[in-house]
């Protein structure tokens, strides 16, 4: 077993600032992944409400979850960032890497 970390963080953009969400969101994702220990990171938009977003981080562990969350705090984008959402994250969690989770080391689509 891995000693990898899944972050799963969803949360929803206010309405109006939905035009601003991917300029602000590239700027974020580009400083973030300078961060150690994160190994990828993506984001989902929901098919049903499109204010709704799931991001999900995979990090070298635990520990280096923690600390990048603490870090994320920091970074110069983070305030334009969290401006734009509707409030906090609607839901925030750690999860243990397991053998089953082979979706996340796919490089292709079929």
Known sequence: MSDRCIQIIAFTIKPDSLDDFDAIKAAVAAEAHALPGLLSSTTQRSMTEPSAFVDTMVWESQEAAVAGLEAFESLSTTPAFMGLMAG??????????SAGDRALELTGAR
């Open 88 to 97: 906090p994250p609607t839901f925030s969690g750690l999860f243990a890497w």
